[in-house]
């Protein structure tokens, strides 16, 4: 496993899971979530020690038992979730505080090593509030980083007129088909990390051009894919309910994509 070094220090795995279908009826968002998350046990055999959860997921207990019953030591684990922008969680500073306790409780730890706040709040006293305590569980050593998802340049500028602590992270969409090149520039600017979502979808002639370029590594495209936004510092946490599959996107570190492949990537 290769690591990305966050602003405030903290070592990221540059490839984790990512778990909002993990556990649930067929393989479904929606679906109801199930007593077992086969998906996440074999995520752990095979390496990852990233995980990638939310309470909107509605499986953090389920994730949170298997990883706490796993062999797996918990400082080896990188646990993160996310706080939903809604009423419940943000209307007030307990609020908050009672989330964030509540999904400890879940992980059965007493830190966890990334919070986000999972989508934007655009009431900016509910945004401070927010990240008020975000900072507070920071500098009490229960979130070992903070940050968000799905925050654009606006976004963020609101956040920074009152953030003591800058967000580590900002987890948004980036593949492909919604490359997000704009905003990957401000984060570069920013010093926060990009992590991406969704980092699988291709169009079909994309998949076919990345599957010729994968044969000269004797890598699938699906790997030429991660690798290509690893090399470039974005971190991705792809998800597959296919044992193979999970164990292909974390076979990234034995090949380098030449500058010219990366160019063929990047122009598809
Ligand atoms: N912050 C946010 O708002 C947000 C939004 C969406 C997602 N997320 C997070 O990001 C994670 C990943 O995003 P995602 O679940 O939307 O999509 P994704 O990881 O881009 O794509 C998952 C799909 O790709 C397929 N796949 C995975 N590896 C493959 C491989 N090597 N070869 C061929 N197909 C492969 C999977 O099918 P198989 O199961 O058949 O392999 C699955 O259908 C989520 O699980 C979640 O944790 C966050």
Redesign the pocket.
Known sequence: MEYITLNNGLKMPIVGT????YGKENNDYNGEVKNEIPELVSALELGYRSI?A?ISYRNEELVGRVLAESTVPREELFITT?IPANEEYISSKEATRAAIDNSLKNFRTDYLDLLLI??PIEDKEQLKNTWEVFEEYYEAGKLKAIGV??FGKNQLDDLKKFAKVKPAVN?I?I?LKEPNKELLAILEEEGITPVA?????TEAHQQEALDEIGKSYKK?G?QVLLKYQIQRGVVV??????RE?QA??IDLFDFELSAEDVEKVENL
């Open positions: 990512g778990t909002n279908t990638d939310a996310k999972h989508h998802s799905n987890q969409q593949n979502w969704g980092p699988m979808k699938y699906a946490i792809p998800k597959s309910h296919n599959n292909a996107n």
